[in-house]
């Protein structure tokens, strides 16, 4: 992959500066945040990959809302909307279409009767499992073609990142089993 001229530590003396009058703070973060949108465009296209194969079943969205099912558990409507970051409106015609295709269903509350809950279906789980899975294989293939330290060095990087964005962390063992 082509380095972003920002990413370079060493400068021709002849050559103008790779980012006129930048601090080294700005091109860092200017380095870092190619490296990552260029990343980002490898991990989409696994993504796309792993839900071609079902794609006449779900949607990009309907997959993350069974995901979130998935990962977190039985939810209301209003807290699935919110950990989507849609309209509870949206997420409602998603999960119409899920409880239609036989992946998701709505159950009464057993703490609170007046309440409709929202869960995965077996087929629901195994769907999200499968998908999951071609990921997974996908990304160790790449994975594998790291050094060892390059691993090490990319697991603390990734965590970092994602804390500093807020994602809440899934728990250590995936209701599906995988870790």
Excluded at 107 to 124: K, S
């Amino acid at each position: 992959m082509p380095e972003h001229p920002a990413a370079s530590g060493a400068a021709d003396s002849d050559a103008a500066p790779a980012v006129p009058e930048m601090g080294a703070d700005r091109a860092g973060v200017d380095a870092v945040t190619y490296a990552v949108l260029t990343a980002s465009r490898l991990l989409v296209a696994v993504a796309a990959r792993s839900l071609a194969a079902v794609e006449d079943r779900v949607t990009l969205p309907q997959f993350r809302l069974l995901v979130v099912l998935s990962t977190f558990g039985d939810a209301k409507l209003v807290e699935l909307a919110d950990r989507l970051g849609v309209n509870p409106s949206t997420a409602m015609r998603m999960v119409d279409r899920l409880i239609a295709a036989g992946l998701a269903e709505r159950r009464v509350n057993p703490g609170n009767r007046r309440e409709t809950v929202l869960t995965v279906t077996p087929d629901g789980s195994r769907l999200v499992a499968d998908v999951t899975a071609g990921r997974r294989r996908e990304i160790a293939a790449i994975v594998e073609r790291l050094a060892p330290e390059q691993r090490t060095a990319l697991v603390e990087a990734l965590t970092a990142f994602t804390e500093a964005g807020g994602e809440e962390p899934a728990p250590s063992v995936h209701p599906l089993g995988w870790t």
